[in-house]
């Protein structure tokens, strides 16, 4: 039997780690493959990119993801950091390996990140080619 490809955005805040709770509590570990992706976001002002790709930021997204991971013991997971925009990259993510679904929190952030890039999730649901699954906070 073909295991479901489910991909799950991690921001690394609190709320985001709901996603992985829902999930366990409603897929059998057995039926499904993860990947968790985290997206080190690029910061355009001025005509100026400004990359977290600083070595304390690659270290801080493998955190996440290997913090992540403990909460999924016994399940098939694979962890996947890049530097990008979040919405563009989670939907490249996707579309590249084949995912059958993307379940990810909603997100309530304000302020300038939020403006610049707009809302991930918004992006996510309005392009993707799969389902999109978004846990309330």
């Given at each position: 039997m ?10 690394g805040t ?7 709770n ?7 570990k057995?039926d499904?493959?993860i990947t968790?992706?985290h ?10 990119v400004?990359?977290?790709?600083f070595?304390?930021l ?5 955190l ?7 909460e999924?013991d016994?399940y098939?997971?694979?962890?996947f950091?890049i ?5 563009t ?13 993307i379940?990810m ?7 300038l990140p939020?403006?610049v890039v707009g809302s991930?999730t918004?992006?996510?649901?309005k392009?993707?080619?799969?389902p ?6």
């Amino acid at each position: 039997m073909k295991k479901t490809k489910i991909l799950v955005p991690l921001d690394g805040t609190e709320r985001s780690m709901h996603s992985l709770n829902w999930l366990k509590n409603f897929f059998n570990k057995d039926d499904i493959e993860i990947t968790l992706i985290h997206v080190r976001e690029l910061l355009l002002t001025n005509d100026i990119v400004f990359s977290n790709q600083f070595e304390y930021l690659a270290d801080e997204s493998e955190l996440i993801l290997d913090t992540a991971i403990k909460e999924l013991d016994g399940y098939i997971v694979k962890k996947f950091s890049i530097c990008g925009y979040a919405g563009t990259e989670i939907l490249k993510k996707t579309e590249e390996e084949n995912y059958d679904i993307i379940i990810m929190t909603k997100s309530s952030r304000k302020g300038l990140p939020r403006i610049v890039v707009g809302s991930v999730t918004s992006k996510v649901i309005k392009h993707a080619l799969i389902p999109v699954l978004i846990i309330p906070e």
